[in-house]
Structure formats: C-alpha cells, structure tokens
C-alpha cells in the first residue's frame, strides 16, 4: 500500500489561529479524503479532497472553516481556520477507495487548541 | 447518508476465547465494508474486508460475515491474544463516493 506521510504530527495552538496540515503519497492517488477523529470518538469524514477542482465537503463542515487544497494526485492540505477548543482532535488523511483498492490512513496530526 | 452501528461498545475476553463484533449499515446502495484496528495513538489500519458479493472471507485468525439481506456484518476473532486489544471499527461504502461511514466503534481488551 501507499506510503502516507503527514505533517506536523501534533501541534498545540492558540485559539483564533489556523494550522495547515499536510499530507504526503510516495505514489499518485486518485481519492485522498481528510478525517476527524473527536477525542474517544470515531472517525467523521470531513471532505473529499479533489485534483483539480474544489474539494467536497461532508455535512456540517464548511470551506471556510476547513480549506482544502490538492494541487496535485500526490499532495493534499487541510487548513483548521480559527480555531476554538472544541477543534482540538486528530486529523487524518487517507488514501485509496477506487476499484479494488481499500483506504489506508496517514498518522494523523494531533492537534490540542488552548 | 448512510449510518452504521456498532455493537458492542466495549468487550473483555479472555485470552484465547473468541471475540464477535457486531454492525449494521442502513444504505442498501453500500457494497464494501472494511474493519479497521487502531491500537491507541496510532493510525486506524486494514485489518480486513469485504465486498457485497460474498458472504464470508477469512484471515488467519480474523474472519467477516456478511448478512446483505438483513443488512449487517461481523467480526470474528478466534484465539484471541493479548496484541489483539485494540478499539476496532467497523465502516460501509457505495460504489459511487468510495466514502467511509464508520462505526462508533468497540474496545477489545484481551484479559492475559
């Protein structure tokens, strides 16, 4: 399976800033999708993020507030836009989906809003 | 959307005992059901899955049914050990978005 790469892999920030978190595939991927993961919860899709065109996002998320960009079939970032406590979680990117290839996960980034 | 749950929460066996796992997905459309492990600060990984058009495929240890009629599938793990605890995760997807919707999921502790 691919290789994921994402960074920074934690990050504590001050509420009102924004963080960009990449993610990186060592091989060119069609899907690429960003994840939250609630402290103790389970994963919510977040948007799909799409080559060439603006990214798909799930309900209850917004552009505004979780940017997207994928310049590339290699290549996704995710920005958390004025950030609040109640956005402190771990994000994750994944990969893969179409035909018969299963989605893999990046480490996700931790992120911890004061 | 599609809606999966998961059951149980949490699930304390003892160390060679079997543990079942149970989900079941509300969307008719979804085909493919993938189990995730995800051992605490790490990435959820594959661990198995399963397409609409079989019932039943085995790894090892770890098996998933697939009940499309009624709407659910499960998780067997046989022979349990103590590197098996973990929080596992069931999810469903269609065929059109290759979107995961994923389970609430469930605790496994393995008792030594």
């Known amino acids: 399976s691919a290789v994921i790469s994402q960074k920074p892999s934690r990050d504590i920030c001050q509420r009102g800033t924004s963080l960009t978190i990449q993610c990186q595939v060592d091989?060119?991927?069609?899907?690429m999708f960003w994840y939250r993961q609630q402290p103790g919860q389970s994963l919510t899709l977040i948007a799909t993020?799409?080559?060439?065109?603006?990214?798909?996002?799930e309900s209850g998320f917004v552009i505004d507030k979780f940017p997207i960009s994928r310049p590339n079939l290699t290549f996704s970032t995710l920005t958390v836009s004025n950030m609040s406590p109640e956005d402190s979680s771990i994000y994750l990117c994944?990969?893969?989906?179409?035909?018969?290839?299963?989605?893999?996960f990046g480490d996700g980034t931790r992120l911890s809003i004061l | 959307g599609e809606n999966v749950e998961q059951h149980p929460s949490t699930l304390s066996v003892q160390e060679g005992d079997s543990a079942v796992i149970k989900c079941t997905y509300s969307?008719?459309?979804?085909?493919?059901f993938p189990w995730y492990k995800q051992e605490l600060g790490k990435r959820p990984q594959l661990i198995i899955d399963?397409?609409?058009?079989?019932g039943e495929k085995k790894d090892q240890r770890i098996a998933v049914t697939l009940n499309k009629t009624a709407k659910h599938f499960s998780l067997h793990i046989t022979e349990t050990q103590p590197e098996d605890s973990a929080v596992y995760f069931c999810?469903?997807?269609?065929?059109?978005?290759?979107?995961?919707?994923f389970g609430a999921g469930t605790t496994v502790t393995v008792r030594a």
């Open positions: 399963i397409r609409s058009n079989v």
């Open positions: 091989s060119q991927v069609t899907m």
């Open positions: 993020a799409n080559q060439g065109s603006e990214a798909t996002y």
């Open positions: 999810a469903a997807s269609g065929s059109n978005d290759y979107k995961l919707s």
């Open positions: 994944s990969v893969g989906g179409t035909g018969n290839q299963p989605q893999h």
């Open positions: 969307d008719s459309a979804s085909n493919y």
